[in-house]
């Protein structure tokens, strides 16, 4: 594995489990992202980051139907290449996320995503694929540390991937970035 692709991903084993809001939508329904008001979110998650003196600094749900696969993105080309979320996912077992480089040469356009931010976005032509990970199912007591600075996508297979909860972290209200927050979760990494 690349050094770049240890900064990807990776599969966290959480000592509480995190409870879906159900906000009633068709399994099939469009993709969609709403932001949602962290204090939803459930209070054994807050109570376990509290712990480590962690909030949540935002949250958003993500919905996404069957062979629903996203552009290839960055998050927010404002906030640099080290964007870290903690996600939640429920539904489809066999959803995955990648990771991209960009090749020499090449550069990005511009678009708006489902909830109207101005994103890069990259022809995967012009990229070159360097981690694949799967999104470890929140029903099983699993979260998905992953680094959305980084050019990837998200692909949905045959069920609805129903939802994703992510998660951006603070500690006295500074974002953490990658290294530290793998450096205060560490003993609940599994792989």
């Given at each position: 594995?690349?050094?770049?692709?240890?900064?990807?991903?990776?599969?966290?084993?959480?000592?509480?489990?995190?409870?879906?809001?159900?906000?009633?939508?068709?399994?099939?329904?469009?993709?969609?992202?709403?932001?949602?008001?962290?204090?939803?979110?459930?209070?054994?998650?807050?109570?376990?980051?509290?712990?480590?003196?962690?909030?949540?600094?935002?949250?958003?749900?993500?919905?996404?139907?069957?062979?629903?696969?996203?552009?290839?993105?960055?998050?927010?080309?404002?906030?640099?290449?080290?964007?870290?979320?903690?996600?939640?996912?429920?539904?489809?077992?066999?959803?995955?996320?990648?990771?991209?480089?960009?090749?020499?040469?090449?550069?990005?356009?511009?678009?708006?995503?489902?909830?109207?931010?101005?994103?890069?976005?990259?022809?995967?032509?012009?990229?070159?694929?360097?981690?694949t990970a799967p999104c470890w199912s929140a029903?099983?007591?699993?979260?998905?540390?992953?680094?959305?600075?980084?050019?990837?996508?998200?692909?949905?297979?045959?069920?609805?991937?129903?939802?994703?909860?992510?998660?951006?972290?603070?500690?006295?209200?500074?974002?953490?970035?990658?290294?530290?927050?793998?450096?205060?979760?560490?003993?609940?990494?599994?792989?």
């Amino acid at each position: 594995m690349t050094e770049l692709a240890e900064t990807c991903h990776k599969k966290l084993k959480l000592p509480v489990l995190f409870k879906p809001i159900d906000f009633g939508l068709d399994p099939c329904h469009p993709i969609i992202e709403y932001p949602l008001i962290p204090k939803l979110i459930a209070r054994e998650i807050h109570n376990w980051l509290a712990t480590f003196d962690i909030e949540i600094a935002t949250s958003r749900y993500f919905h996404n139907p069957p062979h629903a696969r996203y552009k290839l993105h960055v998050d927010s080309q404002k906030a640099g290449p080290n964007q870290t979320f903690l996600n939640f996912v429920f539904g489809d077992a066999g959803s995955f996320m990648s990771w991209y480089k960009l090749l020499p040469g090449k550069t990005h356009f511009e678009f708006t995503n489902t909830k109207g931010t101005q994103v890069y976005g990259y022809n995967e032509n012009d990229c070159e694929q360097i981690f694949t990970a799967p999104c470890w199912s929140a029903e099983e007591g699993y979260a998905n540390l992953v680094n959305a600075g980084i050019i990837h996508t998200m692909t949905n297979f045959d069920s609805p991937r129903t939802c994703c909860y992510s998660l951006k972290l603070t500690k006295n209200k500074i974002v953490l970035d990658w290294n530290d927050l793998v450096d205060i979760v560490d003993s609940y990494i599994m792989e």
